[in-house]
């Protein structure tokens, strides 16, 4: 089973000169969680996350040390700032992954989780020849892996039948192998 | 000249050069420097390969090696951030008082600890502190670095240049103390009211916000309460047996080791991942560099450049010690004060070999390196390490800034140290 088939076609996308604080009202009006920057012809620039975002509202400290998860209060950092809304009309190029993790149309559902899982990643995006073609979310790669899952219990079944009602090693084989699974 | 002195005076220098350019990762230079020493000082015969391995001191590795993995282990329980934390409430975010704690507890631990590894775990904490209470950190990350160089030149196991000299001189962790410790207290003064004046105006403003550090709860900081008591009952333990290194004939090295060895025990923890941390592109650049000098003591460089102190040693031996106080802090303020202090050793057990009493030279050239490093940013490994901290701060530390404030400490605690020393000269011999 192909990624193609599962993919989202109709994809929310913003432009290079966005701006951080549009970008994230976007995010929340659409409620995707990922957008990717494009030119006008359809040409991957990038992609911005909300989380990619925030991120960069966090204190310095945050990447230097390993251990922060006692701060509960920022203290004087959670103080009004002008510094925080100047770069809130900042443009996304700030934020933006310029080199994120994509598939092409015709990985398979197993080989598009292995990215996922990998990289931690919560929507992958789709790319053919440097050009946006659709996206998976982590709930649209849930639904295919069912699909799938269910594809192979009926193609099992259907070579059993054929085999004369015996599980026979070579409906294992021709239905795909699963030595993947646990 | 001979050649193989030129020679090996020109190796020494390019890999020197090339160190100091930056050009390269010091490591990956110290190693080229080696090899090349080898090689051609193999060929022209004034090098082999057995003096090579010779020249590396393991006294110097394995010493800094052992530090390495108590700190490493200590690190993971949180205990750098916790000390930090707690004396930045008890300082109840009065600005001169957190200068002064976080400035004296970085001293403190860098008197035993490794003085750059102290330095690159206390800066991250500094910076969340400073952050936290809505001050600028500059001062107390400059503090940290300035104090804790001139503090851990009190000890054998403060800093590197100390524990070649310690290994070369064989000097123990007690004559280090009794020699360096009242000296560098002085020194230690001087600094830090330098550092008060220079850096009042920012100190007197207040901070923003105290509510958020008094709310931390420190017991989330200090991860693993158990292994840190442990690891500080075996520091203690190591600092004992370096104290009585002498009677018991255990060299400051093999009790680092047998620290990191009983850590290791009480400890158990994941071993691959604790060696990550040590860091041996540092080991590696010791023993490359300790490879490369070695070829130029064996071509004879280093004797003829000590005939020209003898001379002036003779005549007046104090006088000696404080151009070598000046020399080596000016030196350790340009270059690295490592290779500097490596080169410096055996020229003087050279001129101890032409029948001088050479106790206050090895003092003096101790107390010049190590009050050098805090001039320029560049003067230290622990200067470097929190300027390019800081640089990923919104508040870098400027070449401008540390110039202003570390270039007096280095002026203070040397003008200092030359009072005392001259005062206390006969107690140097």
Known sequence: MKISEWMKTDLVTISKDTTLEDAINLLVEKRV??????????????????KGILKNFLPDFYSLMENTDYIHDLGALELPSRER????????????????????????????????????L?????????????????????????????????????????AGGSRSAECEESAGDDSSVK | ????????????????????????????????GSVLMVI???WMGFYTEADAIHSIDMETIGLLFGMMILIALLEETGFFEYVAIRAARASGGNPWILMVSLGSITTVLSMFLDNVTTVVLIAPVTILITNLLGLNPIPYLIGEALLSNTGGTATLVGDPPNIMIGSAAKLSFLDFILHMGPQVLVAWLAALIVLLVVFRKILSRKPRNLSSLMKVDLSSVLKHKKNAKKLLWVLALVILLFFLSDPLHLRPWIVAIMGATLGFLLVRPKVEEICKTVEWPVLIFFAALFVTVGGLKHSGVLSMFAYGFVGLAKENLLLCCVLLIWVSAVASAIVDNIPFTMAMIPVIQHIEAQGIAVAPLWWALALGVGFGGNGTPIGSTANVVVVSLSEKTRKPITTGI????????????CAAVTVTFIIFFKFMQ
């Open chain 1, 33 to 50: 969680g990922t957008l990717p920057v494009v030119e006008a012809d359809g040409k991957l620039l990038g992609l911005v996350t909300m």
């Open chain 1, 122 to 162: 919560n929507d992958l995006i789709v790319v053919q020849d440097g050009i946006l073609t659709g996206l998976v979310s982590t709930v649209d790669l849930g639904i295919a892996f069912l699909h799938w899952i269910k594809k192979n219990a009926e193609l099992l079944a259907e070579c059993e039948e054929s």
């Open chain 1, 85 to 120: 809304q100047s770069f809130l009309k900042k443009s996304i190029t700030e934020c933006m992954n310029t080199v994120p993790r994509f598939v092409s149309p015709d990985h398979t559902i197993l080989s598009a989780i292995g990215i996922m899982s990998r990289h931690h």
């Open chain 2, 40 to 42: 051609v000082g193999n």
């Open chain 2, 1 to 32: 000249m001979n050649p193989n002195a030129v020679v090996s005076l020109v190796i020494f220098a390019f890999t020197f050069i090339l160190i100091l350019s930056e050009k390269l990762h010091r490591t990956v230079a110290a190693l080229l």
């Open chain 2, 402 to 413: 540390w110039l202003r404030s570390g270039l007096l400490v280095m002026l203070a605690t």
